[in-house]
């Protein structure tokens, strides 16, 4: 089964405005990533962050973990038509798996 | 850095029909992985390479899937026959440090199976 699961499963916003994705995942992790697919393109990496880590800003990125929750959030402030895209966490786990595990992504639109 | 490179970009077979994929990655990075993308599924890790070495197929779906990686620079995953669920999009990434760590992924190949 899916490690994280993004919610909502597409989004769809004007630009200028802020977007939320939330990440849902289950067990233990060390660490939790996000990344960004342009349509027909390879994923690329936005931001990582730790299990002992709360918060981490990168640009107009801010990334938010919950560990008490199983949960992540990343912010996209001031939206671009250039941030339309899908966006993926991704999580390690713990517990003796050895791979990194995606969500199902959100599609995000950003409407001019 | 070109970045981790794919090949081909597209494929198009038959069933019944070998299909070789190719990926070049990052020169340095020591770990590679195979993810295969379809709507149904999302991302799906095949199997992952350090040094060279395969540390877990546990992902490739059945006999049909294999991989390999020859030197540090250049693997190849096949599917021997091929069949129309085999139809996606395939990934190679590679990563520096420890497979926990940020991945680099190539452009990927769109299979289809006919």
């Known amino acids: 089964s899916q490690q994280g699961e993004e919610d909502p499963q597409a989004l769809s916003i004007q630009e200028g405005e802020n977007a939320t994705m939330n990440c849902s995942y289950k067990?233990?992790?060390?660490?939790l990533q996000w990344y960004r697919q342009n349509s027909g393109r390879g994923l690329v990496h936005l931001i990582l962050i730790r299990s002992n880590e709360r918060e981490k800003h990168s640009g107009r990125l801010r990334v938010t973990l919950d560990t008490s929750k199983k949960s992540s959030s990343l912010l996209i402030t001031a939206s671009r038509a250039a941030d339309t895209a899908s966006y993926f966490c991704?999580?390690?786990?713990?517990?003796?798996?050895?791979?990194?595990?995606f969500g199902q992504g959100t599609r995000l639109t950003i409407n001019p | 850095d070109a970045g981790v490179i794919q090949s081909p970009r597209h494929e198009v077979t038959e069933m019944g029909q070998e299909v070789t994929l190719r990926c070049k990655p990052i020169?340095?990075?020591?770990?590679l992985f195979w993810y295969r993308q379809t709507m149904m599924r999302g991302l799906e890790l095949l199997i992952y390479?350090?040094?060279?070495?395969?540390?877990?197929d546990s992902g490739m779906p059945e006999d049909r899937f294999s991989a390999k990686m020859p030197n540090a620079s250049f693997s190849t995953l096949k599917i021997q026959p091929s069949e129309p669920r085999d139809s996606a999009v395939y990934f190679c990434?590679?990563?520096?440090?420890?497979?926990?760590?940020?991945?680099?992924f190539g452009s990927g190949t769109q299979l289809s199976v006919l």
């Open positions: 990434a590679s990563s520096a440090r420890a497979i926990r760590e940020k991945l680099f």
């Open positions: 991704a999580t390690d786990g713990n517990q003796g798996a050895q791979k990194l595990v």
């Open positions: 067990t233990s992790i060390n660490n």
């Open positions: 020169s340095g990075h020591d770990y």
């Open positions: 390479f350090n040094n060279n070495v395969p540390i877990d």
